[in-house]
C-alpha cells in the first residue's frame, strides 16, 4: 500500500475514531487499568466495520498465501505450567465424588510434587500434536516476570520444551507481565530472559491480563523493538475492538502519526466467554462460528486465544474440546492456520 492506510480511513470522519479507538482516549479504566467492552459507545463488535469499508472500496485486497481466503492467528497465553492449589484440590475432589480412586491419587500427588508427567497443564507438546492434526501451527506466549498478578514460574524448568516448540516450527513469545505493560526496564528484562532460554529473538508480545493502555503500550513495545503485539481485544467481550479484522498499523492521534508496530488485533479468548459472559461452551461456539464466517467474507484475520490450562478437561469439562472444534471449522472452511510470527513476515513481506 503506497498511501498509508490510516490516509485512507480518513475520508470517514466515525469510521476514522473506531479505527484509532478515540474513545479509549479517556480515564475510564476497570479495576486492572483496562479499558473494556462495558465502557465502549462502539457496541456493535461482532461486525468489522473499518475492515468492511475497506474491503468494499477495493483499499484492502489480500491474497492470502496457497488460497486460502482468510487467516486464523491461533495463539495460547502460559499463565500457569503448574495447577495451583485450588486447582489440584477442587480437580481432586471432583474425582473423589465419581469414585475414581486412582485418578484422584494421581491427580493429587502430580500436584503437589509438580511432575511434568502427571501435569495436566504441562500439554504444550499435546497442542502442538492436536493442531499438527489439522495442518495448523501457533504460538505460545510464556510470561517470565518475576512478580505478577497470578502465578510466577521460572522459564528455565521449561528450555526443552521451548527447544521441541522452535524445532517443530512453532513460534515462541512474551506474556508481558501484569506489572509490566507500563515500564519499558522491566519488560525487556523479561523479553530477554525468555530469548536467552528459547535462544532466539522474540519479535512478539502479549500482555498478561489483556493490560493495554491506547496508544501508550503501543509505543512503548515500538520503543523497545517488538515486531508484533496481540494483545489489543476485549477481556469481556469477543470481537473487533477498532472494527479491524485485519493487521495494521496503530494511529497515535496525540502525535498525528502511525506507530511503527504491527497490531494482530485479539478476536476470540476462552476466559471471556466462561469468565466474564459465562455463557455454556455450545454458544460460545455459535458467536466463534459467527466471528470467523464474517472475517471469511472480509479475507482477514482471525485471532484465538486458548490458555494451555483450559485444555484441562477434568476443571474446563467441555470447554477443553471446544479448541478441536473450532480447529475442525476452521479447516472446513479453508482457512490459513497458523502462527502470529507467519502472519506478520506474511503481511509485512505482501501487503
Not at 474446563?316 to 472444534?325: C, I, P, Q, S
Amino acid at each position: 500500500m503506497k498511501v498509508p492506510l490510516v490516509e485512507k480511513i480518513k475520508r470517514e470522519k466515525e469510521l476514522f475514531d473506531i479505527f484509532t479507538a478515540k474513545q479509549e482516549y479517556s480515564s475510564m479504566k476497570d479495576e486492572h487499568g483496562r479499558f473494556i467492552y462495558k465502557f465502549s459507545n462502539y457496541k456493535n463488535a461482532f461486525d468489522p466495520v473499518v475492515s468492511s469499508y475497506l474491503v468494499k472500496e477495493g483499499i484492502m485486497d489480500i491474497a492470502w498465501p496457497e488460497g486460502f481466503r482468510f487467516a486464523a492467528c491461533l495463539t495460547h497465553d502460559i499463565d500457569h505450567i503448574h495447577p495451583n492449589w485450588k486447582h489440584i484440590f477442587s480437580a481432586t475432589l471432583k474425582l473423589l465424588k465419581n469414585q475414581r480412586l486412582v485418578e484422584s491419587f494421581k491427580r493429587f500427588f502430580g500436584g503437589i510434587t509438580k511432575s511434568k508427567s502427571l501435569n495436566p497443564y504441562w500439554n504444550f507438546r499435546y497442542i502442538i500434536e492436536l493442531e499438527n492434526k489439522y495442518d495448523a501451527k501457533s504460538t505460545f506466549f510464556f510470561k517470565s516476570a518475576t512478580r505478577d498478578f497470578g502465578s510466577v514460574y521460572d522459564i528455565n524448568e521449561l528450555t526443552d520444551e521451548f527447544a521441541y516448540i522452535v524445532d517443530m516450527g512453532w513460534e515462541v513469545g512474551l506474556h508481558g507481565g501484569y506489572y509490566s505493560y507500563n515500564d519499558p526496564k522491566e519488560l525487556a528484562k523479561e523479553r530477554e530472559r525468555v530469548e536467552k532460554v528459547v535462544g532466539k529473538r522474540v519479535i512478539g508480545v502479549r500482555m498478561h491480563y489483556l493490560r493495554f493502555q491506547v496508544p501508550d503500550t503501543w509505543n512503548l513495545l515500538a520503543q523497545l523493538g517488538f515486531k508484533y503485539d496481540t494483545t489489543f481485544g476485549y477481556p469481556d467481550m469477543p470481537g473487533f475492538r477498532n472494527g479491524m479484522c485485519h493487521p495494521f498499523k496503530p494511529y497515535d492521534l496525540n502525535k498525528d502519526a502511525e506507530i511503527d508496530i504491527l497490531e494482530i488485533p485479539l478476536v476470540v479468548m476462552d476466559t471471556t466467554f466462561y469468565g466474564y459472559m459465562r455463557i455454556s461452551p455450545s454458544k460460545a461456539y455459535d458467536i466463534i462460528k459467527r466471528l470467523i464466517d464474517v472475517t471469511e467474507r472480509n479475507n482477514g484475520v482471525i485471532t484465538i486465544l486458548w490458555h494451555n490450562n483450559t485444555f484441562d478437561e477434568l476443571r474446563y469439562g467441555d470447554w477443553a474440546k471446544l479448541y478441536e472444534k473450532i480447529l475442525m471449522y476452521l479447516k472446513e472452511k479453508k482457512a490459513w492456520m497458523t502462527s502470529a510470527e507467519e502472519i506478520y513476515n506474511y503481511w509485512i513481506s505482501s501487503v
